[in-house]
């Protein structure tokens, strides 16, 4: 079964410095690969994804992450950091026919300081 | 285009009593699914419905449980609710059940049960 683990839950930067979340998942062949972004009191929205392929991907308000298979990482990242981005951020795992289930891991809960 | 709708928003429910939580998706979606928030258990995957069959259930006992009409919406059902049902209720909608799509969540239903 696959798993995801995200070691940082809380992480605090400064507005402009740049962020990295850390993201490893277990999962036995190329998986599909996600990052959320939860504000509070709201639902999930989609940052990015990878399914395949170039393995730096680019997603939405500058993130971007990185497909590492040999570390089993997904890690996201953006080189300014905006007080608005403040939120938690849920990386999460999908299964090559596995349908639509994704498993998550515990999130991150991103401060930022001005 | 819509996004996907949740009702109701807030729903309180005292133990033992039943509920039902509605999910509309994105016009075309033809894939849903459900997801509890909790702050002890992460985010936990219930169940997927496409063109009206469950195709994926999650590990939760039977006292959870759902369906999908033709037109693609979606409720699912708690019985007996006990105080640890108290979460928040996910939807998401994707045109396929491949996995490789993209899903859309929705705000969410807040339970609490007393």
């Known amino acids: 079964a696959q798993s995801v683990t995200q070691p940082d839950i809380h992480i605090t930067v400064s507005e402009g410095a740049s962020l990295e979340l850390r993201c490893n998942y277990s999962?036995?062949?190329?998986?599909?690969l996600f990052w959320y972004v939860q504000s509070p009191g709201q639902g999930l929205q989609l940052l990015l994804k990878?399914?395949?392929?170039?393995?730096l991907v680019q997603g939405i308000k500058g993130f971007e992450a990185e497909f590492k298979r040999s570390q089993s990482s997904f890690n996201l990242r953006k080189p300014s950091v905006h007080w608005s981005d403040a939120a938690e951020y849920f990386c999460?795992?999908?299964?090559?026919?596995?349908?639509?289930?994704?498993?998550f891991g515990t999130g991150t809960q991103l401060k930022v300081e001005l | 285009k819509a996004g996907v709708t949740q009702t109701p928003r807030y729903l309180i429910k005292t133990r033992g009593q039943q509920v039902t939580l509605s999910c509309s998706p994105i016009?075309?979606?033809?894939?849903v699914s459900w997801y509890q928030q909790t702050p002890g258990q992460g985010l936990q995957f219930l169940f997927e419905?496409?063109?009206?069959?469950?195709?994926n259930k999650g590990n939760f006992p039977g006292r959870f449980s759902g369906r999908q009409f033709s037109n693609s919406r979606s409720e699912m059902n708690v019985s007996t609710l006990e105080l640890g049902d108290s979460a928040l209720y996910l939807c998401?909608?994707?045109?396929?059940?491949?996995?490789?799509?993209?899903?859309?969540f929705g705000p969410g239903t807040r339970l609490t049960v007393t």
């Open positions: 999962y036995g062949a190329t998986p599909y």
């Open positions: 016009s075309g979606h033809r894939s």
């Open positions: 998401a909608s994707s045109p396929s059940p491949q996995g490789s799509y993209e899903q859309y």
């Open positions: 419905y496409f063109s009206e069959t469950q195709r």
């Open positions: 990878y399914f395949s392929g170039d393995t």
């Open positions: 999460a795992v999908g299964a090559t026919g596995g349908g639509n289930k994704l498993t």
